[in-house]
């Protein structure tokens, strides 16, 4: 069971966008694409049979999984998490550590 997950709201520990908060668009390994954060410049070739005008595009680059952590919005920080069984249901669920509670609900 991975620590984050597509739709989490994470925040941004290290880089140029340090303390930015999005959600994860995407999980490609041990990195993440985050909505909005990590922009970069990508210039694209034309394809006039396809209709793509081409030029410079902007896009979210990805960031290392380490370098973002779940936001509490109890605690209103970022919180390192953990994985545990539910008692009552006797599956796995994500917690985070700071306040026991669960990340899913």
């Known amino acids: 069971m991975n620590r984050i997950k597509t739709g989490d ?4 520990l290290a880089g ?4 930015r908060r999005g959600a994860v668009a995407r999980l490609m390994g041990e990195r993440v694409i985050v909505d909005g954060i990590n ?3 990508k210039h694209a070739k034309g394809n006039p049979q396809a209709g793509d005008p081409g030029g410079i595009q902007e896009q979210e680059a990805s960031i290392h999984i380490s370098n973002v952590a779940l936001w509490n919005p109890n605690a209103k920080k970022a919180d390192r998490t953990g994985i545990r069984n539910n008692e009552k249901t006797g599956k796995k669920e994500r917690f985070f550590k700071s306040d026991s509670t ?3 609900g």
């Not at 709201?9 to 941004?12: F, P």
């Not at 140029?16 to 303390?19: A, F, L, N």
């Open 9 to 12: 709201d994470v925040i941004v």
């Open 39 to 41: 922009m970069i410049k």
């Open 16 to 19: 140029k966008d340090k303390g």
């Open 102 to 104: 669960s990340v899913d």
